[in-house]
């Protein structure tokens, strides 16, 4: 008999808030490079944006760089409250149901037993102005991340059953798995087997190919490189290119991932972990370097704080 198909309690990627040493830095990489907008700043933190909604990226200054939580985004208070239940159900650790950003009206935050930090929280207000000035790509919206994972066959199956993520595709051996949201995009969580747990890399959508170019070329003006690309994922059918911001952390920069809005079965794809199945990783050709396959950023160990002031 034939399991029934989640349903995802979260619409899309909501924000990534992450942990900075140097945060004039960082708030100059993710303006000046990525292009997006600074909605607001104080002395120990900052909200960034690329479209209407008040905050994508979330910048605390910290004794570390580290990520401190990845959000997600429930349609209601009612999916916020099943998540929360599932959370007790299965025995994770429920670590707050205070918001961490004060225009955020419900949210819980939990953490997997590899300790990623994840708050799924209702709707983020669309209160900015349509377009913004200033350097920069200007991309369209938060797009997706991957997390690393020693278990990714356990991880990928806790989203599933406390989130309702819906497997578009893996790999056999689960060392590859990708899962989405409602927004039917191929994947907002993409799941990464590693020795070590923690974020691989958190990614935005750019609108068109000559944003990949114009990206290569500010990275140029800073004696700076890209990592990886620009190619173009076999999963998802995505283009691609990665570089590393100022606080160390591996940023994708994507266009054109695949929408899935029916409930088809979830490819399995043959990858053995050495990546040697090139098509998967890249349709043109080039496979990942080693600066790529290993990178990882860890999760700041959990401390509740008090939540950005209004």
């Not at 899309?12 to 993710?30: F, K, Y």
């Not at 309702?164 to 995009?185: F, H, Y």
């Not at 993409?190 to 020795?195: C, K, L, N, Q, T």
């Not at 990665?242 to 794809?269: K, N, Q, T, W």
Request: proline share 7%.
């Amino acid at each position: 008999m034939a399991l029934p198909t989640p349903t995802p309690l979260v619409t899309c990627l909501g924000h990534v808030t992450l942990d900075v040493i140097d945060l004039d830095a960082a708030i100059a990489d993710a303006t000046d490079i990525v292009g997006l907008r600074l909605v607001e700043r104080t002395q120990d933190h900052a909200l960034l944006t690329s479209n209407r909604r008040r905050a994508e990226l979330v910048l605390r200054r910290a004794g570390e760089d580290a990520v401190r939580a990845i959000g997600l985004e429930a349609p209601d208070a009612t999916a916020v409250a099943e998540v929360a239940a599932r959370v007790r159900r299965t025995g994770l650790a429920l670590l707050t149901d205070r918001p961490s950003l004060p225009f955020i009206a419900h949210a819980v935050t939990l953490e997997t037993p590899e300790g990623h930090v994840l708050e799924v929280h209702t709707p983020i207000p669309e209160d900015q102005a349509i377009r913004h000035g200033g350097p920069g790509i200007h991309p369209r919206r938060l797009c997706h991340v991957n997390l690393a994972s020693p278990d990714p066959m356990a991880c990928q199956a806790l989203l599933s059953d406390v989130l309702g993520l819906k497997l578009s595709e893996r790999t056999e051996a689960c060392d590859l798995a990708w899962l989405r949201a409602a927004d039917g995009r191929h994947h907002s969580v993409g799941v990464a087997r590693s020795a070590s747990p923690g974020l691989h890399h958190l990614a935005w959508e750019f609108a068109q190919f000559s944003d990949f170019m114009r990206l290569g070329d500010l990275l140029d003006t800073q004696d700076r490189l890209m990592v990886w690309g620009p190619g173009r994922h076999g999963c998802g059918d995505n283009l691609f290119a990665y570089y590393v911001d100022r606080s160390g952390f591996l940023v994708e920069c994507s266009a054109e991932m695949e929408v899935i809005l029916d409930d088809r079965p979830p490819s399995v794809i043959a990858c053995p972990p050495d990546l040697s199945n090139i098509k998967v990783v890249n349709r043109w050709g080039a496979p990942p370097p080693r600066a790529w396959i290993e990178h990882l950023s860890r999760f700041a160990v959990w401390r509740e704080t008090v939540a950005l002031a209004s």
